[in-house]
């Protein structure tokens, strides 16, 4: 679907920008409010005009969307790691130390060199994301996120 360019009045501006930043309330309700904040600005805005209501929604999903892909990386990261630590402990109780000890530090090394790079990436991309649009939206321009699941259309 080819959307057509939505521009952003004047007035609206400034509602858009604390929309795309309201995932900021994060730091103050961890887990829940990067998906609370622009839930509630969106309701908030939503009936102002079009071009809020476009924006609340391209915030919230993306915010839903990175969520999701942020938990699914979690507990695949906890898993891999925790069978890493089986793997070292049942080839250390089988006799085998040199196996479970190459296990257990192999879990290690994936956690140091594979998992703590994703979080960071997982950390730092909404925040690039977030000060594009607010800079776009500023512009007057409508700013569509990335890799966003549009659960709201």
Do not use: C
């Not at 959307?3 to 609206?12: F, N």
């Not at 130390?97 to 190459?102: H, L, S």
């Not at 649009?133 to 569509?144: F, K, M």
């Amino acid at each position: 679907m080819i959307r057509s360019p939505l521009t952003i009045p004047e007035p609206d501006r400034t509602p858009a920008i604390v929309t795309h930043l309201s995932p900021l309330a994060g730091f103050v309700i961890p887990t829940l409010g990067n998906l609370l904040g622009p839930l509630l600005a969106w309701l908030a805005y939503r009936d102002r005009s079009r071009a809020l209501d476009e924006q609340g929604k391209e915030a919230l999903n993306f915010q839903i969307s990175w969520w999701l892909y942020s938990l699914v990386l979690g507990v695949l990261g906890f898993v891999l790691f925790s069978l890493g630590l089986l793997g070292g402990a049942v080839g250390a109780a089988a006799g085998a130390p040199d196996v479970g000890a190459f296990a257990f530090l192999g879990s290690f090394g994936a956690f140091f060199l594979l998992f703590l790079p994703v979080l960071l990436i997982v950390s730092v991309v909404p925040f690039v994301f977030m000060i594009l649009a607010v800079v776009r939206v500023s512009a007057g321009q409508a700013y569509h996120y990335p890799l966003s699941i549009r659960f709201l259309k």
